[in-house]
């Protein structure tokens, strides 16, 4: 239950080509807390409840545990959701061994595209493929529970 994931800025849409996946996804928070998120999330016709523990100090890993919910609860769980509610498409890209997840998204934090990778250890090396640009694993104002509450727009200046 410890996810070992990086992040990164993305730096042209030539992954697109690439994707065997494209999904839209909808997703709220319940809980903000830096000590631990819950979220709710519907991934194409799915309802997920999702809690995260906090980061490690590299910002690599932490506890997710998650559970598939029935779609109309997880609508009816967005309704109580703490302001704002992230919109996105999610591209998946298959790079040798690894996934990539993509994520483009709309609204308060459109212009905003973030590529993450799940790894089996925090020391797992991985092909970076050319559209994959800054990293940004542990910068905190990247993780969807801070863009629910500072949009991309509001820091970035759009």
Same mark, same amino acid.
């Given at each position: 239950?410890?996810? &070992?994931?990086? $992040?990164?800025?993305?730096?042209?849409?030539?992954? $697109?080509?690439?994707?065997?996946? $494209?999904?839209?996804?909808? /997703?709220?928070?319940?809980?903000?807390?830096?000590?631990?998120? @819950?979220? !709710?999330?519907?991934?194409?016709?799915?309802?997920?409840?999702? &809690?995260?523990?906090?980061?490690?100090?590299?910002?690599?890993?932490?506890?997710?545990?998650?559970?598939?919910?029935?779609? &109309?609860?997880?609508?009816?769980?967005?309704?109580?959701?703490?302001?704002?509610?992230?919109?996105?498409?999610?591209?998946? !890209?298959? @790079?040798?061994?690894?996934? =990539?997840?993509?994520?483009?998204?709309?609204?308060?934090?459109?212009?905003?595209?973030?590529?993450?990778?799940?790894?089996?250890?925090?020391?797992?090396? =991985?092909?970076?493929?050319?559209?994959?640009?800054?990293?940004?694993?542990? /910068?905190? /104002?990247?993780?969807?529970? /801070?863009?629910?509450?500072?949009?991309?727009?509001?820091?970035?200046?759009?």
């Amino acid at each position: 239950m410890i996810e &070992i994931e990086r $992040k990164f800025l993305v730096n042209s849409n030539a992954f $697109k080509t690439e994707a065997l996946k $494209k999904t839209r996804i909808i /997703q709220g928070f319940l809980n903000t807390d830096k000590s631990r998120t @819950v979220r !709710v999330r519907l991934k194409g016709d799915k309802g997920f409840l999702t &809690i995260k523990g906090m980061s490690s100090k590299n910002g690599l890993s932490r506890f997710e545990w998650e559970k598939e919910i029935d779609k &109309i609860d997880a609508e009816a769980l967005l309704k109580l959701c703490e302001p704002t509610i992230i919109d996105k498409e999610r591209y998946e !890209v298959k @790079v040798k061994n690894h996934t =990539f997840e993509i994520d483009i998204f709309f609204g308060d934090n459109e212009g905003l595209t973030i590529a993450e990778i799940e790894l089996e250890s925090e020391n797992e090396t =991985f092909e970076k493929p050319s559209w994959l640009g800054e990293e940004v694993t542990g /910068q905190i /104002q990247y993780y969807n529970s /801070q863009l629910s509450k500072k949009p991309f727009k509001i820091w970035h200046g759009i």
